[in-house]
């Protein structure tokens, strides 16, 4: 990064590290192949204020793929002439949110400045998912708040990628310790709890995630019934399972952040 874009990130953590902590489960519901809000191998986490229309109706759409449609339309109606921000007011956008939310699964930090702004009823961010198991307590929304402030929700939709008989073997056969390696972001954070590739995040705050998700998830719907990554079983059996369990979590992510024009 330069150093403007680290000054960036340290006057928002900053502002972060001064807010007292909560926190909540995220609610996982699993969803088919007929489900056209999650591409295969991935978790959509989609967040609002608590309460939330948007959310209810996400959850509904999640149990009925009839309303699928009216949902993504309204969905790409919310980035209707929206242009990225500068980098400076989407900074300013997250130090001024009452609440800068964290995603957590197990010990680990997933993302961070997870930021619902005043005119985005609802935002969305896309996680690769190799198929295995989560470890107990799942992801973990944690919320950086200021007093009064209204509590987030988070729903998560995940969805099973397309695996070889040997390739889910491989991911079962990882130690349950190691479950919380199964999902990636988009961006990777260090042990501070900076995201790398935050600043990705903050100049596209305008035209919100969720907009990405929709475009996401259109794509990779067309191929819905194609594997994104094929591995040989004599290539599994060279990698072993860890290797295997990367391999097929790296080819999700690259799926999803290609699909999505990142």
Not at 66 to 95: I, K, T
Not at 211 to 237: G, N, Y
Request: charged content about 25%; some cysteine; overall charge negative.
């Amino acid at each position: 990064m330069r150093d403007d874009e680290w000054e960036v990130v340290r006057s928002i953590t900053a502002e972060t590290d001064r807010r007292p902590m909560r926190s909540a489960s995220v609610e996982i519901i699993d969803v088919g192949d007929d489900c056209g809000l999650a591409p295969p191998g991935s978790i959509i986490v989609y967040v609002a204020e608590a309460g939330s229309d948007m959310l209810a109706r996400v959850r509904d759409a999640a149990a009925d793929p009839s309303l699928e449609p009216v949902l993504l339309d309204d969905f790409r109606s919310m980035s209707d002439g929206a242009e990225p921000l500068p980098l400076s007011d989407a900074a300013q956008e997250v130090v001024d949110a009452r609440i800068h939310g964290e995603l957590r699964i197990g010990g680990r930090l997933l993302l961070s400045h997870v930021v619902v702004p005043n005119n985005v009823p609802i935002v969305a961010h896309a996680l690769a998912y190799n198929g295995g198991s989560l470890p107990d307590g799942g992801l973990v929304l944690v919320e950086r708040h200021l007093a009064d402030s209204p509590e987030l929700e988070a729903v998560a939709l995940r969805r099973q990628p397309k695996l070889s008989p040997a390739a889910r073997l491989a991911i079962d056969s990882l130690d349950d310790s190691q479950a919380e390696l199964n999902v990636m972001a988009d961006a990777d954070c260090g042990d501070n709890g900076t995201v790398v590739g935050f600043v990705i995040t903050a100049t596209v705050l305008a035209t919100i995630t969720v907009v990405r998700v929709v475009t996401l998830v259109t794509t990779v719907a067309a191929a819905r019934d194609e594997e994104l990554m094929t591995l040989s079983d004599e290539q599994i059996e060279e990698l072993g399972p860890h290797a295997t369990s990367r391999a097929i979590l790296e080819a999700h992510r690259s799926a999803l952040r290609s699909s999505a024009g990142s």
